[in-house]
């Protein structure tokens, strides 16, 4: 067994940032993680980071923009300290060394996001999570911290109501050992594969959110499921919002540039939600083209300026689509791109258990309410995976010796060989696709009772077939089916909590849209949803959202 007083699960950005925080305290940190730390999601941002650090820019327009963004479910103070830390913790990650793009004058360059008041997007190139990540993972060679890699945690131990640690899974050896630490961050990151179309990597799959929900974790506002405009119909690739910011238009299967119709001001350059919507009622109503899509046309850019502003987006398209954008349109639709909800935190990542944090994706504090601004995302791993290091280490020390026992880890290891064992029932993978197909049916950009309610229902069924979950592939070394089972496990279990969520919320706020509920309904809904799980489904409540200052207002752009 493995001991530390903080041990971390999840090394991307909010992972590392916690680790970094709970060293610095002086505290023994270990971070398991089932990824190399820089193939973790974060790598994958493009588009940038905000802070106010502009002359002109203040961060009170950046509390608002936030507020306003999440359509009011954000919690103002934490939005508040959020806004307060951008500056420094933007300005600490470039001493770390992250090579950030610069304006004329040498000062930090921002671009235009959307929903912003002012140019506050940090940004380094398209590559801005990357060089975060590397700049981090650099900095965290200089302070003491245990890196396991290629470990999956399986189960967070509590004796009592205390954190003892977790179990986890070794995918080189196939072995199950215990971690134990009194204290434990989960940082493990979105769970966006729970849809096919999705902008995440596929190892977003909410493992740390659904551990610590059985283990009895509140998640907060999980129906709030955001949907970026622009994903390649192929896989969900990410177009950025920047291919419309160079002036990217739209066209429908009849060749309209129909964002005109819904945006008259703005046409493309609308909010997330806005275009989204805007792209899937063409299709609905038919006028996309076969199969169900619409075009994103950059050829009237030109190619140089095409090949040197948005060089990745051409990569992508040759390499995963076999398009060349200087010369063809480019097939997309919106693909599921960032869940608002995870584990309920508060801004120092405490959650209702006591030892057990969260920051980063995996969980909710909640500063982006109903509604992320881009950009805001890398920014929350930064200020709240700091925070959740800072308590963890000041928790540590406070109690008892922690200890995971062996048989916390047999119980582990019982569940898997088990699985291992079947020689009947379902296997991950096509497991894993129907599920899919439930969420991307029933659950997408515009929700109605009748979806919501059919989903649950073969989510229900979904879960008794998940009963006979089967891991085909006996072997021990790199069996990724053992993973696969648990990752499948993890989603089915989510999926039905951001169902249950989004029937009950009988309103359409932010990036929740319900037909049958089409105004957003501030007399009874203005709370957050807390799920807390029971085996036949989530149980919820509600709770307050935080006021300060801004009065809801009908969110306008
Ligand atoms: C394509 C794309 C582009 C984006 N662009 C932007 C942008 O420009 N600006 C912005 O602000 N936001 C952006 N976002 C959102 C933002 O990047 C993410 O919200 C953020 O990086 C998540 O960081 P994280 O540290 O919480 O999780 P991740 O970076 O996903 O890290 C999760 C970590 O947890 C580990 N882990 C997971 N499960 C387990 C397990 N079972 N056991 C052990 N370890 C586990 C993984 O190995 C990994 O190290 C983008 C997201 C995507 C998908």
């Known amino acids: 067994m493995r001991k530390h007083d903080v041990l971390v699960i999840g090394a991307g950005l909010a992972g590392q940032r916690a680790a970094l925080a709970a060293a610095q305290a002086g505290r023994s940190v270990g971070i398991l993680t089932k990824l190399h730390p820089l193939r973790s999601h974060s790598g994958a941002a493009q588009g940038g980071i905000n802070a106010a650090v502009g002359a002109q820019d203040s961060v009170e327009t950046h509390i608002y923009d936030t507020v306003k963004g999440s359509d009011y479910l954000g919690d103002q103070d934490a939005i508040e300290f959020f806004c307060t830390e951008a500056p420094k913790i933007v300005v600490e990650m470039e001493h770390f060394g992250t090579i950030f793009s610069r304006a004329e004058d040498g000062s930090l360059a ?30 965290l060679g200089s302070v003491d911290v245990t890196v396991y890699e290629e470990w999956d945690l399986v189960d967070l131990v509590l004796r009592g109501s205390r954190v003892q640690g977790v179990v986890a899974y070794h995918r080189r050896t196939g072995e199950l050992d215990g971690f134990s630490a009194p204290a434990v961050v989960f940082a493990t990151g979105p769970f966006g594969r729970m849809y096919s179309r999705t902008t995440n990597s596929h190892s977003s799959t909410g493992d740390g959110v659904a551990v610590a929900y059985r283990a009895g974790a509140w998640l907060k506002d999980m129906e709030f499921v955001q949907f970026h405009p622009t994903a390649l119909i192929e896989d969900g690739i990410l177009i950025t919002e920047g291919a419309r910011g160079e002036g990217g238009i739209l066209k429908n299967g009849r060749g309209e540039r129909f964002m005109s119709k819904y945006a008259p001001h703005v046409h493309e350059l609308a909010s997330r939600d806005v275009v989204s919507r805007a792209i899937y009622t063409e299709v609905l109503e038919g006028r996309g083209f076969p199969g ?30 076999g398009i060349d954008p200087v010369t063809e349109p480019i097939p997309i639709m919106p693909g599921q791109h960032y869940m608002m909800g995870g584990i309920s935190t508060n801004l120092r990542g405490e959650t209702n258990i006591a030892g057990l944090y969260a920051a980063g994706e995996a969980a909710c504090v909640s500063i982006h309410g109903a509604n992320r601004l881009g950009g805001n995302s890398l920014l929350e791993t930064l200020v709240f995976g700091k925070q959740a290091g800072i308590a963890a280490a000041a928790f540590a020390p406070t109690v008892p010796g922690a200890e995971v026992l062996p048989e916390d880890v047999r119980a582990a290891k019982d569940r898997i060989e088990g699985m291992k064992r079947r020689t009947e029932g379902p296997t991950p993978l096509p497991l894993r696709a129907e599920l899919q197909k439930i969420m991307e049916e029933d659950v997408g950009i ?51 909590v951001v169902v249950a ?11 929740h849209a319900r037909r049958d509920y089409p105004k957003r309904d501030d007399a009874n809904w203005m709370k957050h949803t807390i799920a807390s799980y029971r085996p036949e489904g989530p149980q919820l409540s509600y709770a307050p959202v935080a006021y300060t200052r801004w009065e809801p207002k009908e969110r306008v752009y």
């Not at 671009?111 to 990357?130: M, N, Q, S």
């Not at 009963?467 to 993973?483: A, E, K, M, Q």
């Not at 969520?501 to 990036?511: H, I, M, Q, V």
């Open 446 to 496: 515009y929700r109605t009772a009748e979806e919501l309610t059919r989903a649950l229902g073969r989510l229900a069924e979904l879960k008794v077939k998940s009963r006979d979950l089967r891991i085909p592939d006996p072997s021990h070394v790199f069996n990724l089916n053992v993973t696969d089972a648990l990752e499948t496990l993890h989603l089915i279990d989510l999926a039905e």
């Open 110 to 139: 921002a671009r235009p996001f959307g929903g912003a008041g002012f140019p506050r997007t940090i940004y380094a190139a398209d590559r801005t999570g990357l060089a975060l990540l590397q700049a981090l993972y650099e900095h």
């Open 292 to 321: 169900g899509y619409v075009h994103l046309e950059l050829m009237h850019l030109g190619k140089e300026k095409i090949e040197s502003r948005l060089q990745e987006i051409c990569d992508f398209c040759r390499n995963f689509a």
């Open 501 to 511: 969520g989004a029937l009950a919320r009988t309103e359409s706020r932010g990036a």
